[in-house]
């Protein structure tokens, strides 16, 4: 957990119910250290990092109504370790995250299990928005 906790000295750290499970299964199955580099963030840090206003790293997101179920890890090193980035990818598209690569890290979320899409929440039917792979 306390690698998890917001950065701005707060110490928050709420997260979505078998997020944390998730990601320790992600660890384990990927066989590689995940260096988190931001997780948990309270409003106040989230603000001041420049994070959008409806993150999946909030501590509570009321626009997705759910805690924290997202996490930036270190970007592998593509020259010491050639085949690690094309993996953790590979493993986490399989286990349901969201991928999003940018030059010194690696944001993965779990928007496919905690973000009921807002418009069918009214309706009272369930429909999580889909995994997807991005660069920044």
Same mark, same amino acid.
């Given at each position: $957990?306390?690698?998890? =906790?917001? @950065?701005?000295?707060?110490?928050?750290?709420?997260?979505?119910?078998?997020?944390?499970?998730?990601? $320790?299964?992600?660890?384990a199955v990927y066989g590689y250290p995940m260096i988190p580099t931001?997780?948990?963030?309270?409003?106040?840090?989230?603000?001041?990092?420049? !994070?959008?206003?409806?993150?999946?790293?909030?501590?509570?997101?009321?626009?997705?109504? /759910? @805690?924290?179920?997202?996490? $930036?890890?270190?970007?592998?090193?593509?020259?010491?370790?050639? $085949?690690?980035?094309?993996?953790?990818? !590979?493993?986490?598209?399989? =286990? !349901?995250?969201?991928?999003?690569?940018?030059?010194?890290?690696?944001?993965?979320?779990?928007?496919?299990?905690?973000?009921?899409?807002?418009?069918?929440?009214?309706?009272? /039917?369930?429909?999580? @928005?889909?995994?997807?792979?991005w660069t920044y």
């Open positions: $957990d306390n690698e998890l =906790r917001c @950065k701005c000295g707060c110490g928050a750290v709420e997260l979505q119910e078998g997020f944390a499970e998730a990601l $320790d299964n992600l660890r931001s997780a948990c963030r309270c409003p106040d840090h989230n603000r001041m990092v420049g !994070g959008h206003h409806n993150s999946l790293h909030l501590t509570f997101n009321l626009h997705w109504n /759910t @805690k924290t179920c997202a996490i $930036d890890v270190a970007r592998p090193s593509a020259l010491l370790y050639p $085949d690690r980035l094309g993996t953790l990818v !590979g493993v986490a598209l399989r =286990r !349901g995250f969201s991928v999003g690569l940018a030059p010194t890290f690696v944001h993965l979320d779990w928007r496919s299990q905690c973000c009921i899409i807002p418009a069918d929440r009214e309706l009272g /039917t369930v429909q999580y @928005k889909p995994s997807v792979l």
